[in-house]
């Protein structure tokens, strides 16, 4: 068994998460605490009680995240859990992965992740939607014929599954194109940050000098990047691979791929909600995939994974 291991992105965060988890790991609260101290803000008492508008604000949302999938990591690690040959996150769980891989202290993904979601609300407004029903190449068919330089393909998450980014134009008329060519459908993305578009390349080189200022080591478990689909070990590539993750896909069909090109025979997410998971289902069937977000799904995966 090779065990592959992978953090969701934003938009699996929901309030009252890990509640059942910090009750029985102290790490939970550690590291929720740590988060809070350096960031001046009570970050557990937005995950438990909300309000809404604010864990869904990036400005939190990611700090958030990071602790919640980091603890689940640490927890999966103290109770005896396989380590991975391979680690992946998606759009900003790549932070969270890098953390767990031991290039990035979590003090420092801490700080760069605020960063990363101050830079984003600082680009122009934009929206973001997901096409169902139609593929990678034939949604960057339409793109190129129409000449629709203001909308670009965010995220590339599962077959008839992509998300668009761009301008509210940009992505209204590439949205009605792909309806003309028959995609099931489209959901508008309720967010005003146009992630990974090229509405990001200016705030991308505000984030890349305070980037330049953090200390990464080489990953003691290879991490796949979104960009580029593959692992890197220098320090001056991990980071120049975050900095063009802001306005680049994310090739995530491609990262699942790898993985299972390289012998990963059980894949595993680690943080709140299955949405990686069910990705990967739709991406390869055949391939096991195992999510944990609470003390059942943990008892769980140790099990199988155990066992397989």
Known sequence: MSLGILFPGQGSQSIGMLKDLKSSYSIVSEIFEEASDLLSCNLWKITKNGPESKINDTEFTQPIMLCSAFSIWKIWEDEGGDMPIFMAGHSFGEYTALCASGSLKFKDAVKLVKKRAECMKNAPEGKMAAIIGIDYQQ??????????????????????????????????????????????????????????????????????????????????????????????????????????????????????????????????????????????????????????????????????????
């Not at 393909?153 to 590439?174: D, F, H, R, T, Y």
């Not at 003309?180 to 489209?186: C, D, F, Y």
């Not at 391939?287 to 199988?304: F, T, Y």
């Open 139 to 308: 949604l960057k068919s339409i793109c190129e014929d129409n000449t629709l330089d203001s909308v670009s393909i965010a995220n590339i998450n599962a077959p008839g599954q992509i998300v668009i980014s761009g301008s509210a134009e940009g992505v209204q008329k590439l949205s009605d194109l792909a309806i003309a060519k028959k995609a099931k459908r489209v959901i508008p993305i309720p967010v005003s940050v146009a992630a990974h578009s090229s509405l990001m390349f200016e705030q991308a080189e505000t984030f890349k000098k305070f980037v330049s200022n953090v200390k990464f080591a080489e990953p003691k478990i290879p991490v796949i990047n979104n960009v580029d689909v593959q692992p890197e070990v220098k320090e001056d590539l991990i980071k120049d691979a975050l900095v063009r993750q802001l306005y680049s896909s994310v090739r995530w069909v491609e990262t699942i791929e790898y993985m299972e090109q390289q012998g990963v025979d059980v894949l595993l997410e680690l943080g709140p909600g299955k949405i990686l998971t069910s990705f990967n289902k739709r991406i390869d069937n055949s391939i096991k995939s195992l999510s944990v977000s609470d003390a059942n799904s943990l008892e769980a995966a140790l099990e199988n994974v155990i066992n397989i």
